[in-house]
């Protein structure tokens, strides 16, 4: 399949396309260091915060599965390799094995500054390429992102 079956030009969707294999990379990044948090969380915020990382990285998973489904839909192939995802991710991983508990949830803020921004490039690039499909899905993305960046802000302590 290709671009031109659900009535996208191919040309247009080729930027979709490389961005949302950039998006898949640091997608993969940011849930593996969602799982550390998860596994490596302790002391008194473990109870909430535990919960929390699960609910973000299980949010994670499906999210990856959605950006790779999409990229298959465009008539193209997602980037599978755990090299390339390192190589092409903005996000960058860390290692979570004794890290405090604000500081892991600095790390996820920090992680999803970096995939609103690439999810506004995306809106940017889908909406001159007339692909409504990539855009409806890649906004729920950003809108689920930015209450969590104000919840996570909020428990810890942030303006």
């Given at each position: 399949?290709?671009?031109?079956?659900?009535?996208?030009?191919?040309?247009?969707?080729?930027?979709?396309?490389?961005?949302?294999?950039?998006?898949?990379?640091?997608?993969?990044?940011h849930y593996q260091k969602l799982r550390g948090c998860h596994w490596n969380i302790k002391g008194?915020?473990?109870?909430?915060?535990?919960?929390?990382?699960?609910?973000?990285?299980?949010?994670?998973?499906?999210t990856i599965d959605e950006i790779a489904e999409r990229v298959l839909t465009l008539g193209k192939a997602p980037h599978s390799r755990f090299a390339d995802y390192i190589k092409q991710s903005k996000i960058k991983e860390i290692d979570t094995i004794g890290l405090k508990d604000l500081d892991m949830v600095d790390a996820i803020l920090?992680?999803?500054a970096i995939l609103i921004e690439l999810?506004?490039?995306?809106?940017e690039a889908t909406g001159g390429a007339g692909d409504d499909g990539?855009?409806?899905?890649?906004?729920r993305f950003m809108?689920?992102?930015?209450?969590?960046?104000?919840?996570?802000?909020?428990?810890?302590?942030?303006?």
């Open positions: 399949m290709d671009a031109k079956e659900i009535n996208l030009n191919e040309k247009e969707v080729k930027p979709v396309v490389d961005l949302l294999n950039d998006y898949l990379a640091n997608y993969h990044i008194q915020n473990f109870f909430t915060l535990h919960v929390k990382f699960e609910e973000l990285y299980t949010n994670a998973q499906l920090d992680d999803m999810e506004r490039e995306l809106l990539t855009n409806d899905m890649v906004n809108q689920f992102k930015e209450k969590n960046t104000w919840m996570l802000r909020s428990f810890a302590g942030k303006k």
